[in-house]
């Protein structure tokens, strides 16, 4: 037996790497269906408009099947499809590995120790990861199933809330402009991580390291905190990881994983959506792309213009509040990364300094309509010779 599964993972291992990243979803009992339909609209926007080749192309796989999951998980090939999985993704829900009828523990430590497959979990497939299938928040280590480094050490504060995560410096998933700049997430009773046992910062490799035995091989885990709880819960709020296998006197890297406390996917903000995106990539071990830092605009209002600008804004705001949900999120997906960002920037100084939640759709919707009625009173009084008093909206 252990001769076939060394076998197994040497041919997974040496094969050619798939061009696109291959994802296969848990999406059966356990998994919350809206929470694995907005994961494939962020994988279908993204391969639509940020994707830059087909090495940042991210392929959609789901099952309901237990057995189809399984194999998978075994051996990193769907049965199905005849696809390489690059990572297996549980989204939040509510204790899926209830309904696994297998030796999930070591069937998930064969996937990425032996085959180098990466996992991504969200909410109750973080608290999984985590090693915690109680839910409880008793302190580090209680109840840790699973050895990746991290465990549970809050969670379960509440659902349909909004956190702030301050980004962490020298993590691999965000750009350095983001380090040290906090953004909200949408938070329904997820995890907050802390260390497990053993793990210790570790100034040479910039990031925490554990060294430890899984199932007779000495393996080492290294941990990127990639954010952590401002606020709603306590300790790291997402991190990344890697397993890492002695083989002689090296250490030769294997599978990834990124766990997500809050739900990047239920967050109405396109920032959100690119990280669980990036989180992906980096745990297939893909290319991960960094947009740029989104530049400052200054704009420069004549003399004269202030109250029909100011007539056009308010008129824009009534307009942006009877304007369907979906037609705004639509004109923001079409605009361009930078323009995006800046709106992010905005809205989150807005509730930082304000306490106020204006998401950056309703920023970019009320801009371009006070730009487009502005537009139109103008053209109206060049016609006319004066720009009527505007209608009721």
């Given amino acids: 037996m252990r001769a076939a599964v060394t076998m197994i993972a040497f041919v997974v291992l040496m094969s050619p790497v798939c061009a696109e990243v291959h994802i296969l979803t848990w999406a059966g009992e356990g998994a919350d269906s809206t929470c694995v339909a907005r994961t494939k609209e962020i994988v279908d926007w993204w391969d639509t408009y940020r994707a830059i080749g087909p090495d940042t192309t991210i392929v959609w796989h789901y099952t309901t099947r237990v057995d189809r999951w399984r194999t998978v998980l075994e051996t990193g090939t769907d049965p199905l499809t005849g696809a390489r999985i690059s990572v297996v993704y549980v989204p939040g829900g509510w204790h899926p590995e209830r309904y696994w009828d297998f030796d999930w523990v ?14 991504v979990g969200i909410c109750a497939g973080a608290y999984l990861h985590a090693g915690n299938t109680t839910y409880s928040t008793s302190g580090p280590g209680h109840d840790d199933v699973l050895q990746d480094g991290v465990t549970v050490i809050d969670g379960m504060n509440g659902p349909n809330r909004i956190c702030r995560v301050l980004i962490l410096q020298d993590n691999p998933l ?9 953004f909200t ?47 709603t819960c306590k300790g790291w709020a997402i991190v990344a990881g890697q397993y890492f296998v002695k083989e002689g006197d090296k250490w030769v890297p294997r599978g990834r994983f990124v766990l997500f406390g809050p739900h990047p996917e239920l967050t109405s903000r396109t920032g959100a959506h690119a990280l669980l995106a990036k989180a992906i990539l980096w745990a297939a071990g893909a290319k991960v792309p960094m947009e740029p830092q989104p530049s400052p605009v200054v704009q420069v209002v004549p003399k004269g213009t202030i109250p029909k600008a100011l007539v056009a804004a308010v008129v824009a705001t009534a307009l942006t509040f009877v304007l369907p949900e979906d037609v705004k999120e639509e004109l923001f997906t079409a605009s361009d990364p930078i323009t995006q960002g800046i709106f992010e920037t905005i809205s989150n100084v807005i509730q930082d300094k304000l306490g106020l939640e204006v998401p950056p759709e309703d920023l970019l919707t009320v801009t371009v309509a006070t730009v487009v009625v502005y537009a139109l009173e103008a053209l109206i009084e060049w016609l006319f010779g004066t720009a009527p008093a505007p209608a009721s909206a």
């Fill in 106 to 119: 070591r069937a998930l430590y064969h996937a990425q120790i032996d085959l180098g497959i990466g996992y």
């Fill in 185 to 231: 997430y949408k938070y329904w009773n997820g995890p907050g991580f802390g260390p497990e046992p053993g793990l210790e910062f570790n100034s040479s490799y910039k990031c925490w390291v554990k060294i430890t035995n899984i199932e007779g091989r000495e393996v080492m885990i290294k941990i990127w905190p990639v954010g952590e709880y401002v606020d």
């Fill in 174 to 182: 965000t750009p350095e402009w983001t380090w040290g700049n906090v």
